[in-house]
């Protein structure tokens, strides 16, 4: 039982600690591309270093994982059995910071969207991203 528990919690930790160039991200780059979307990728000269830049439309989109920013109701994110307390710690500074760089965006006039990693990782949000890319085009051109 703890096994199980214990390798479930290992994996969405191991699939949150490959941050950069995570599938989920590569799955929405292709599909900004592929809809005539140029962005960089992350510039480090920006807060928060985001994972898409829109220097044109001066927008950022960070893709988060859901364990390590803590997305609030997610299935994703849910507090290991051990050292919850360690993780809870952790994940609070991480938000923490997630808002300290959405108001150094917004303070030097970036605007700032979020993508959570389940809105992109199953076989249903997959099916809808054409939807998704329609909703940030929508909002770079907004
Ligand atoms: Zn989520």
Redesign the pocket.
Same mark, same amino acid.
């Given at each position: 039982m703890a096994d199980i528990v214990d390798k479930a919690t290992r994996s969405r930790m191991m699939s949150a600690v490959r941050s950069k160039n995570t599938r989920p991200e590569m799955l929405l780059r292709k599909a900004l591309h592929a809809a005539g979307l140029r962005y960089r990728l992350h510039v480090a000269d920006l807060p928060g270093r985001p994972d898409l830049v829109f220097p044109k439309y001066r927008a950022v989109i960070f893709v988060h994982g /859901?364990f390590w920013h803590g997305?609030e109701g /997610?299935p994703?994110?849910r507090l290991p059995e051990t050292r919850r307390e360690f993780w809870r710690d952790k994940i609070q500074t991480n938000r923490q910071r997630d808002r300290n760089t959405s108001d150094s965006l917004q303070n030097i006039g970036w605007r700032y969207m979020v993508v959570?990693? /389940?809105q992109l990782r199953s076989a249903k949000a997959k099916a809808a991203l054409p939807e998704l890319v329609g909703q940030i085009e929508k909002w770079l051109n907004s």
């Open positions: /859901c997305h /997610c994703d994110f959570w990693e /389940c």
